[in-house]
């Protein structure tokens, strides 16, 4: 009989790997690295927003959109971290989180090239999708 791969759902730890492998074993080590670069890059955003935000809605005479900025992303993040959860449960972590990566950096690219606060807030909209399921995405990585 023909050996097929397990279920998304079960542990899918390398053979080799002794069961009390912390997360700093060589197998582990750039996954580790990865999740948590992942987390401080968002994180560092989030911060640097909060700052820089009174300055850019000054500067693109946005202040009517000034709350959208911070709460889209918020309620976008809701909708990618469900889209993650699901496509994670049925085809595994890696694209997943690889599709919310991209979409983090690609709202980051239209958020930082804005001209408009309509714009900017687009940005901040689409990044914030790729946030929340970069999140959920890591959370199975890390399970598994």
Known sequence: MPQ????PHQESRPKAV???A?????SYLLVT????????????????VTTIMPLVSRE???AG??????AGPL???VIGMVAAGSWSDRKGPVAPLLAAVGMFVLGLLIAGTAGTMPVLV???LVQGLGGGGLTVALYVVIAR
């Open 60 to 62: 693109l005479d946005g």
């Open 122 to 124: 687009s940005g901040r």
């Open 65 to 70: 959109l000034y709350a959208l900025a911070f």
């Open 22 to 26: 912390g997360i700093f074993h060589r």
């Open 4 to 7: 097929t791969d397990p279920p």
């Open 75 to 77: 309620a976008t993040g």
């Open 18 to 20: 002794p069961e009390s």
């Open 33 to 48: 690295l990865g999740a948590c670069a992942l987390v401080f890059l968002a994180a560092f955003e989030s911060l640097a």
